[in-house]
């Protein structure tokens, strides 16, 4: 029976604060949304059952009087309403199913000379969900700039760049390293963000 | 192609560099025995780096011993003891550095394609060595793989399609392969990942690094091809870093899945490389600083 205390990676004299951050922290670096789109998902989600069984039994020994939910760091956008016709339709309907295989197919269907701004931020969304961040961010861009007053483009484009909070955070916070070394970087990504695009839920 | 995946030493602590150079000393004696002398030419931190996840997959513990080489010739340093990994990546490391002196030949001009000649046939003894040796069938099953591979990434990028990723894929397959070859396949999964993601930002790296060469010599380079004749921007270099922190995010996914004990050494140069020396490779090669601080234009 593996030791629950040493599952979250705390003292067996750790506060409750001390072992609800610690439960929060792992939750988050393991989280099934951060997962999605890899092909390590279900080690992940072994990972999180591992998580919760030691954190319950930890409650259970401590006998604590506190009921506490999964805590989930997403927060979840309902919905937002953006609007499309006809083909576009189905190819976000394919997207949000993750069915990026007739999604690409239905994109690469439609002729050169019809390739919208609209198409080169569908394509951009299928081509993140894949891992293919370059070519990606490349037609994000394109779209932005055929059509710069496009809130969902610009918001899409903004909140993969403006997302400081993730990559390497923790880790500088932790060895105190002051300024970022690597020059005031002030782009990150998740790679899983690319859901809010289409209002389907969020972990940022 | 080699020589980006390093850490960033200022902030390692002294015992995590000690550690880190020692297997890479360890690396270098590797070679010697396994390949030869004139071997220790393809020697590179990527593979240490290798080395390290490796090990730290398969929970090996690397033991030291100190050692006197000709780069240390004064003193004794503390290096890595030859064990199945450093052999293995030894092995790796010349297969691969030979079929990329093969690709030189064919795309480079002028002296790059000369010296890539000359490499190319001081590290064939090397190789006839290692395809001769005990661990022969699985040299002859990597050489192979890695062959096949390279003329894929040959053809692909034969094709001047607008994309970087397709071919940076083809890269990431190859990485993938060595990275997790003959390890148990629940270990594999997740080295095979962290591999593939590496080979990727390998391969954009080094695009990114010779765009301005490559451009200005009519070579191949994807971004070329991605950008249809547009300048690659500043704007199109802060995506293109984005997407990198991207790559970097999945290696984080991964390496957060193998059971790293946290104070452990192997687990500091590794999280400093991931968050700090690879952020910093590419953060100067896309944003030089040059001497009098203006960026220089590609």
Redesign the interface.
């Known amino acids: 029976m593996t030791d629950p205390y040493k599952v979250l990676d705390v003292d067996r004299n750790a506060t409750d604060d001390e072992i609800k951050k610690a439960y929060r922290d792992l939750v988050r670096k393991y989280h099934p949304d951060k997962y999605r789109d890899s092909d390590l998902a279900d080690l992940a989600t072994e990972k999180m059952k591992e998580i919760n069984v030691a954190y319950d039994e930890i409650q259970k020994m401590r006998a604590s009087s506190s009921s506490y939910t999964h805590s989930s760091s997403s927060s979840y956008n309902q919905g937002s309403s953006y609007s499309s016709s006809g083909i576009y339709a189905n190819i976000r309907r394919a997207i949000n199913s993750g069915d990026m295989v007739s999604a690409q197919a239905m994109l690469s269907a439609i002729s050169a000379s019809e390739r919208n701004a609209e198409w080169n931020f569908l394509m951009g969304c299928v081509l993140l969900r894949k891992g293919y961040f370059i070519d990606a961010l490349n037609y994000i861009d394109i779209a932005c700039k055929m059509d710069p007053n496009n809130e969902e483009y610009r918001n899409a484009k903004n909140q993969m760049n403006n997302n400081a909070s993730n990559f390497g955070k923790e880790y500088r916070t932790e060895t105190s390293v002051g300024c970022c070394p690597c020059g005031l970087c002030s782009s990150f990504i998740c790679a899983d963000c690319c859901c809010n695009c289409l209002g389907c839920g969020n972990r940022c | 192609m080699f020589g980006y995946i390093k850490t960033?030493t200022?902030?390692l602590k002294i015992r995590e560099n000690e550690y880190y150079k020692g297997v890479y000393c360890g690396l270098c004696h590797a070679l010697k025995k396994r390949c030869g002398f004139i071997s220790r030419l393809t020697l590179s931190y990527d593979f240490v780096f290798m080395v390290l996840v490796r090990s730290a997959a398969t929970d090996l513990d690397i033991g030291f011993k100190n050692s006197r080489c000709i780069a240390h010739p004064l003193s004794d340093s503390s290096v890595a003891e030859i064990n199945d990994e450093l052999d293995f990546a030894a092995i790796c490391e010349v297969l691969l550095y030979y079929y990329k002196c093969m690709d030189d030949i064919a795309d480079e001009k002028g002296k790059k394609r000369l010296r890539a000649k000359f490499i190319r046939l001081i590290l064939n003894g090397s190789r006839r060595r290692i395809l001769k040796s005990e661990r022969a069938s699985e040299a002859a099953e990597l050489d192979k793989y890695i062959s096949e591979t390279m003329k894929k990434l040959y053809n692909k990028e034969s094709e001047h399609a607008p994309?970087?990723?397709?071919t940076?894929?083809i890269f990431g397959e190859l990485t993938a392969y060595i990275f997790s070859y003959g390890l148990c396949e629940d270990k594999a999964?997740?080295v095979r990942?962290i591999g593939r993601h590496i080979g990727r930002w390998i391969y954009?790296v080094d695009a990114c690094d010779d765009y301005k060469q490559d451009k200005a010599s009519n070579s191949y380079n994807p971004f070329i091809y991605?950008?249809e004749g547009e300048d690659f921007d500043d704007?199109?270099k802060?995506?293109?870093?984005?997407?990198?922190?991207?790559?970097?995010?999945?290696i984080?996914?991964?390496l957060?899945?193998i059971d790293l004990e946290?104070s452990s050494d192997i687990c500091g140069v590794l999280?400093n490389i991931?968050?700090?020396g690879m952020?910093?490779v590419s953060?100067n090669i896309l944003?030089p600083?040059s001497k009098n601080n203006t960026q220089i234009n590609s």
Not at chain 2, 163 to 166: F, K, M, R
Not at chain 2, 238 to 250: D, G, P, R, W
């Open positions: 960033y200022p902030e994309s970087v990723d397709t940076a894929e999964r997740i990942n954009i991605l950008y704007e199109k802060l995506s293109v870093k984005t997407a990198l922190l991207a790559e970097l995010c999945e984080e996914k991964s957060d899945l946290k999280k991931i968050y700090l952020p910093d953060e944003f600083k």
